[in-house]
């Protein structure tokens, strides 16, 4: 009984201390917070599962796209048509109608089941993610190229959700809900309810990179980030790897915007642009690529920094993130996880030093 | 007919700003495999410069002289462009050689800090420069089509612009040096080129040419903080399509990204034919994924 405990002990305070740390505070934070800050923190919650997918393919893979807001809007588009067609109640949805659309399309019928919504949140960013991997990664399009292809695909997504007005919203995009599942999305307790379901669901995002990075698939995804070539020349395929990794990110990124949508209550082209996307995998460059808790770390706290400081100065924002942000990116690209690694080392050292100075003196 | 003819030739002078925005911005990734997300920012820079020696020609200079504003304009968007351009690279982006990934988040830190200085200086809504007199008007074709004197006088300019780059890259010493950088680093530097220098010219020319590209930018429409951003995405694509460090990539990039936009456009809607463009690219680059026109190398990690 107490060995388990011990292991117990070791395994979340010692191995997984921050983690450990991170989740505690997220679940006590409706404590000490008040409703609005805590709908806030949900939708951080949200970012940081994307934030989880980015770190997967950018910060393990060494892919950097810059079109993860095209699958974070595709979930949330989703999620966005079940909300809307269950506040319409099987009439035809009012932005359609000022369009002049009388009848439902199609394929906005299915979405009026919960689970079919989700499912899709998932399964669509994770096709087009297949497809559009494979096509790139096949011809070996790597890179810088990859970069600019992944955020022209982004521009396109917004201006075929603007243009196509009828079916998406334009540019106002979806909104108005009311309910979700029968529960009104006005009341405090089913915010407070999807606040904890967006920390689960981060809880189990964390668990499921964690097992893929610690096992043999993570060691190639960091080994293709090294060289991809070496891992050409021992018989691996990368293209599998990256499509996979890429898709797995794509499907974090659909989930998070389904998460988002309910809380947030609008989704629009604006979360899909480009500069979005930018600002997804800058979170990730600040908390800490390459670990998993650097991206968590990175996107609650940016977000965090970015309410409060564009509540009262909006203009500093854009100065501060983007010296911010050039400043990690040059100088310290292991981001605040990889700052704390250092100063625990050099403790860690120093401690080491006195140790051996103390014995020495014996 | 007729207006299908005029949108091609405005789709040629959107490309042909295009072609001066991605000809810098492929001569430097070329040479330094460094994207530069502020290159729109550059544009915009370009733009600005026009419109503050606009309001200079217009408190201060008589007003006979007013409308040779333009070419003085042209000269301080290149000078200044290329000064700042010449300071980013010291700056920063000397920090992020063989990190192409990394040089362009940077870079955009940087676009995201010009964008708000230039709302900070100049306000956020658009301003308006006024095109000089000279370019007013347009020659009469047949029937109602006629082409405006400041879209011809855009591809002209860009057209001169490319000869000279040719002229730079081709037949001078400096050019010379530049190409042999671009082919091969370590041996161009062991034959004793100065790299640094090349890199830090060769950056403020880029950044140069974008600088004109503003200008011009300037005759088609107003102008504001977000100028660049509108255009950097197809800049991009230009260079993807049209291969790295080659003129004539550049240039046959950005014809058929400016036409394939105009065409799709009309034969669709606005929406659809950027989808279009975009399918259209991805399955080119299935056939060619290293663009059009490339240098010829036998490394493996180009």
Redesign the interface.
């Known amino acids: 009984m107490l060995e388990i405990v011990a292991k117990i002990k070791e395994y979340f305070l010692k191995r997984n201390a921050v983690i450990s740390i991170i989740f505690v505070l997220l679940c006590l934070a409706p404590l000490f917070l008040s409703d609005f800050r805590i709908n806030l923190l949900g939708k951080f919650v949200a970012f940081a599962i994307l934030a989880l997918g980015i770190d997967l393919i950018w910060g393990y893979t ?1 892919i ?1 796209s810059l079109g993860h807001g095209v699958f974070f809007g595709l979930g949330a588009y989703c999620m966005a048509m079940y909300l809307k067609l269950e506040s319409s109640a099987g009439k035809v949805p009012d932005f359609m109608s000022w369009s002049g659309l009388e009848v439902m399309p199609w394929f906005w019928k299915p979405f009026a089941s919960a689970p079919f919504a989700l499912t899709m949140a998932i399964l669509i960013p994770v096709l087009l993610a297949m497809i ?1 991997g494979y ?2 990664f096949k ?3 790597r ?3 990859f ?3 992944t ?3 982004s ?2 997504f917004v ?2 959700f ?3 007005q009828a079916y998406t919203g334009g540019t106002n995009g979806i909104t108005n809900f009311k309910t979700i599942l029968g529960f009104s999305l006005s009341d405090p307790a089913t915010k407070l309810s999807l606040y904890y379901i967006a920390v689960l669901l981060l809880l189990a995002a964390y668990v499921f990179c964690k097992l893929i990075i610690d096992r043999r698939i993570g060691r190639v995804l960091v080994a293709i980030r090294d060289g991809e ?1 070496r891992i050409r020349f021992s018989g691996y395929n990368p293209t599998v790897y990256k499509v996979f990794v890429y898709a797995i990110s794509a499907g974090l990124a659909g989930l998070a915007g389904a998460v988002y949508v309910p809380q947030v209550g609008i989704i629009s082209p604006a979360e899909m642009g ?2 979005p996307s ?1 600002e997804m ?2 979170w990730v ?1 600040i908390g800490g690529r390459g670990t998993l808790t650097g991206a968590i770390i990175g996107a609650v706290l940016v977000n965090s920094l970015k309410s409060v400081v564009s509540e009262s100065f909006p ?1 500093i924002w ?2 501060f ?6 400043v990690i ?3 310290m ?1 292991s981001g605040l996880v990889g700052i704390y690694q250092q100063i625990k080392k050099v403790w860690r050292n120093s401690l080491l030093l006195k140790r051996k100075e103390a014995a020495m003196k014996h | 007919m007729e207006t299908y003819v005029l949108q091609i030739f405005n789709g040629i002078s959107v490309s042909s700003i295009l072609m001066l925005a991605a000809l810098g911005l492929a001569i430097i990734f070329g040479l330094m495999k460094i994207i530069n997300m502020a290159h729109g920012e550059l544009i915009m820079i370009g733009a600005y410069v026009t419109f503050v020696t606009q309001n200079i020609f217009m408190s201060y200079v008589d007003k006979d002289y007013f409308d040779i504003y333009f070419i003085f304009a042209l000269l301080a968007a290149f000078v200044i462009t290329a000064f700042v351009g010449y300071l980013l690279e010291i700056t920063i982006i000397r920090h992020l050689y063989g990190r192409p990934l990394d040089s362009l988040l940077a870079t955009w830190g940087v676009s995201l800090v010009l964008q708000q200085l230039a709302r900070s200086i100049f306000g956020a809504p658009n301003v308006d420069v006024k095109s000089p007199t000279w370019l007013d008007g347009g020659i009469l074709i047949w029937g109602d089509l006629q082409l405006p004197y400041k879209r011809l006088f855009i591809m002209l300019l860009v057209a001169l612009c490319i000869c000279g780059v040719y002229y730079f890259l081709y037949k001078t010493t400096t050019g010379r040096r530049i190409r042999a950088v671009m082919q091969n680093r370590t041996m161009a530097k062991s034959l004793g080129i100065n790299t640094r220098k090349v890199d830090a010219m060769t950056f403020a020319i880029g950044s140069g040419l974008a600088g004109i590209a503003g200008c011009a930018l300037t005759l088609l429409g107003s102008i504001g903080p977000t100028l660049g951003t509108n255009y950097i995405i197809d800049t991009f694509m230009v260079v993807v399509l049209g291969g790295v460090g080659t003129i004539i990539g550049t240039v046959a990039g950005a014809g058929i990204i400016g036409l394939g936009n105009t065409t799709f456009e009309f034969l669709t809607d606005a929406s659809l034919g950027k989808v279009l463009v975009f399918s259209v690219v991805i399955l080119f680059l299935q056939w060619k994924p290293q663009g059009f026109f490339t240098i010829k190398s036998r490394a493996l990690d180009e």
């Open positions: 060494g950097l559009i096509l790139t011809n070996r399009i890179g810088v190229y970069t600019i292809l955020q022209a695909l521009i396109i201006v075929l603007i243009g196509q070539n480009i500069i930018i995998v800058s460059a203009d854009s100065y993130i983007g010296i911010t942000f050039i990116v040059i100088f690209p």
